[in-house]
């Protein structure tokens, strides 16, 4: 059996796909590999201890600059059909955003009840952030009931949620 070969469109998709996945990863991988050289130094000079240290700092650096530490990402398209069903706010972000970051910590465990986006691997959603952010990518950008506000405050947030659910 031969495989067929791709479109060229569906090869486009593809590269696109592959690059927003690459650009949410760069910074965390940057991250890791500057604290295992920093480490690697401190091994060679048999300081054990401060090397695991520095390790176990980076990454958790890495972790918490990765999108990991966000809830899955859906479309812009689904997240704008969810909460039209059930009222809950959408939250357009990135990764490596220090807001992003800051937003999804202080909601806690109510982050996930949230309609998340990554605009980094949804080019529709980028173009819904510019549009409400005169031009700009800028984010968090939440979406309660289509009206957007940029980063706005978590508590504010949490009281969007509480009303919606």
Excluded at 7 to 36: H, N, Q, S
Excluded at 56 to 77: D, V
Excluded at 105 to 128: F, G, K, M, T, Y
Aim: aromatic share 8%; net charge positive; charged share 20%.
């Amino acid at each position: 059996m031969v495989a067929a070969e791709a479109r060229p469109e569906e090869r486009v998709g593809t590269a696109v796909a592959c690059v927003f996945m690459m650009r949410a990863w760069l910074l965390p991988i940057l991250v890791f590999v500057c604290g295992a050289g920093a480490a690697t130094g401190l091994f060679r000079r048999e300081h054990l201890a401060e090397g695991v240290t520095i390790v176990l700092a980076f990454t958790l650096l890495a972790y918490l600059n990765s999108p990991l530490i966000f809830p899955k990402s859906i479309g812009a398209l689904e997240a704008q059909h969810r909460s039209a069903l059930d009222g809950r706010p959408i939250v357009f972000w990135r990764p490596g955003c220090a807001y992003c970051m800051r937003l999804r910590i202080r909601l806690r465990p109510r982050a996930r009840q949230l309609h998340w986006v990554n605009i980094w691997s949804d080019p529709e959603a980028a173009a819904l952030v510019r549009t409400a952010n005169d031009g700009n990518e800028t984010v968090p950008t939440v979406f309660v009931a289509g009206t957007p506000h940029t980063n706005p405050d978590p508590a504010w947030v949490r009281e969007q949620l509480a009303h919606s659910t």
